[in-house]
C-alpha cells in the first residue's frame, strides 16, 4: 500500500470535525426490508442455490425477487465485456420496488480493478483501472440520508454473500437475522496500530463515550490487535493481517474490517482476506480488490457506518453510505442485518 499525498491529510481531519456523533439522536429513517432486496444466484454453484434458497426463507423475501444467473464457478475476475452482459441481464429482470441487491456466492467477486459490488451498483468504472491509486469516482450515496436508493438516486448498493462452505454461509444469514431480536451491551473498537501507512482512518474515528440507548460503549485503542473480547458490534483497524480472531466473540450483526491493499480479493494469499471476519463471526466487512492507496475514501469511515447503523439502518445501507469512492472495494455479509432497528440512539457525552 502506498502513501496518498499529505496535502489529503488536511482535508482529512477538517471533514472529521464535522462528523457529529451528536447525529445519533436524529429520527429514525426508513430501511430497506426483504421486498425491497433481489436475491442473485449462480445457477452453476449448487452451493449459491442452496444458500440463496435459504435466505429467501430466512428473510421470507418474496419468491419472485429470486434471479438466477450462469457465471463461470472458480473465475475471481471477469473482464468489463464480460460483466456488461451479466448486469444487463439483472437489471433488466428488476422492478421499481428493488431497492439493493445481493449475490449468493464466493466467486467472481471483482471486474478487472472494480469490485463486483461497485460495478453492479454504480457500473463498471474503466477510469479507476487506469490507475487504481488515483482518487475515486464521489458516491452519490455517500454519508446520505436517502432511504430508497433506486428511487431517489437510481442506483442499487449491492452486496456478496460468500459461499464457500453452505453451513458458515446459514450461520452468517442466522447472525442477521438473530441481530433484531435482542439488543446486547456491545463495543466498538476502534485501534491505531504500529502500521502508520494503514493508519488513514484514525483521524475519522468517534470518541470515546457510551451511547446509553444503544448499550454501546466506543473504545479507542492504542494496538496491533485485541483478544479476548465478548461484546464486539464494530471493530475497525488498519494491518496486513489481524490475529486473535478466534479469540473474539462478535454480536449478531457485527461489523469489522481492516485497511489493507487486498482484502477484498477473497482467495488471495498475500494479505489477510475480508471472509476472515465472517469466519470469526462478523456479519459484514469490506476489502479492496486492487491497490488503492491508502485514501480513506476509499474505505468504510468508522465515524460515518456507525451512526447510519445506530440510526437503525440495515448493514447494506450504512456500509455502502459510509465509502466516499467505493469503486474498488467490495462488501460482504448479510445485507438486511439491522440490530438497532427500534431503539433511538442517544447522543454521547
Same mark, same amino acid.
Given at each position: 500500500m502506498h502513501?496518498?499525498? %499529505?496535502?489529503?491529510?488536511? !482535508?482529512?481531519?477538517?471533514?472529521? $470535525?464535522?462528523?457529529?456523533?451528536? !447525529?445519533?439522536?436524529?429520527?429514525?429513517?426508513?430501511?430497506?426490508?426483504?421486498a425491497n432486496l433481489a436475491v442473485i444466484v449462480n445457477e452453476a454453484d449448487p452451493n449459491s442455490v442452496e444458500v440463496g434458497e435459504y435466505y429467501l426463507q430466512a428473510r421470507q423475501i418474496p419468491a419472485q425477487n429470486l434471479i438466477k444467473v450462469k457465471l463461470? @464457478?472458480?473465475?475471481?475476475?471477469?473482464?468489463?465485456?464480460?460483466?456488461?452482459?451479466?448486469?444487463?441481464? =439483472? %437489471?433488466?429482470? %428488476? +422492478?421499481?420496488?428493488?431497492?439493493?441487491?445481493? &449475490?449468493?456466492? @464466493?466467486?467472481?467477486?471483482?471486474?478487472? $480493478?472494480?469490485s463486483i459490488t461497485s460495478a453492479m451498483t454504480l457500473g463498471y468504472d474503466a477510469q479507476q483501472c487506469k490507475k487504481t491509486c488515483d482518487p475515486g469516482k464521489p458516491s452519490p450515496y455517500f454519508n446520505s440520508? =436517502? #432511504?430508497?436508493?433506486?428511487? #431517489?438516486?437510481?442506483?442499487?448498493?449491492? &452486496?456478496?454473500?460468500p459461499v464457500e462452505s453452505v453451513e458458515q454461509a446459514k450461520a452468517l444469514i442466522d447472525r442477521g437475522v438473530f441481530s433484531s431480536f435482542r439488543l446486547l451491551p456491545s463495543s466498538a473498537y476502534l485501534l491505531t496500530t504500529s502500521d502508520q501507512a494503514r493508519n488513514a482512518r484514525v483521524p475519522m474515528f468517534p470518541k470515546? &463515550?457510551?451511547?446509553?440507548?444503544?448499550?454501546?460503549?466506543?473504545?479507542?485503542?492504542?494496538?496491533?490487535?485485541?483478544? *479476548?473480547?465478548? *461484546?464486539? &458490534?464494530?471493530?475497525?483497524? +488498519?494491518k496486513i493481517s489481524v490475529p486473535h480472531l478466534d479469540t473474539l466473540t462478535f454480536r449478531p450483526g457485527a =461489523?469489522? *474490517?481492516? %485497511?489493507?491493499?487486498s482484502g477484498g480479493d477473497l482467495l488471495g494469499k498475500s494479505q489477510m482476506s475480508s471472509l476472515r471476519w465472517l469466519d470469526a463471526g462478523a456479519t459484514g466487512s469490506y476489502g479492496t480488490v486492487s491497490e488503492p492507496c491508502n485514501y480513506w475514501q476509499k474505505?468504510?469511515?468508522?465515524?460515518?457506518?456507525?451512526?447510519?447503523y445506530l440510526q437503525g439502518e440495515t448493514l447494506i445501507e450504512s456500509y455502502w453510505k459510509s465509502v466516499a469512492w467505493p469503486a474498488q +472495494?467490495?462488501?460482504i455479509g448479510e445485507p438486511l442485518?439491522?440490530?438497532?432497528?427500534? @431503539? @433511538?440512539?442517544?447522543?454521547g457525552p
Open positions: 502513501l496518498s499525498p %499529505l496535502i489529503r491529510i488536511a !482535508a482529512l481531519l477538517s471533514f472529521a $470535525c464535522l462528523v457529529s456523533f451528536s !447525529a445519533f439522536a436524529a429520527p429514525q429513517p426508513a430501511r430497506l426490508t426483504p463461470p @464457478t472458480g473465475k475471481v475476475q471477469l473482464s468489463a465485456w464480460e460483466f456488461a452482459g451479466v448486469r444487463s441481464n =439483472i %437489471l433488466t429482470r %428488476l +422492478g421499481p420496488e428493488i431497492q439493493a441487491i445481493v &449475490m449468493v456466492w @464466493t466467486t467472481p467477486y471483482a471486474v478487472e $480493478c472494480n440520508e =436517502i #432511504s430508497l436508493p433506486y428511487t #431517489s438516486l437510481g442506483i442499487r448498493p449491492s &452486496m456478496l454473500l470515546p &463515550m457510551q451511547i446509553a440507548a444503544s448499550q454501546l460503549t466506543i473504545q479507542r485503542i492504542e494496538a496491533d490487535s485485541i483478544q *479476548d473480547r465478548k *461484546d464486539v &458490534m464494530f471493530y475497525f483497524t +488498519g =461489523i469489522a *474490517d481492516h %485497511l489493507t491493499s474505505f468504510p469511515a468508522p465515524s460515518i457506518v456507525m451512526k447510519h +472495494g467490495l462488501f442485518a439491522a440490530p438497532y432497528a427500534g @431503539t @433511538t440512539a442517544a447522543p
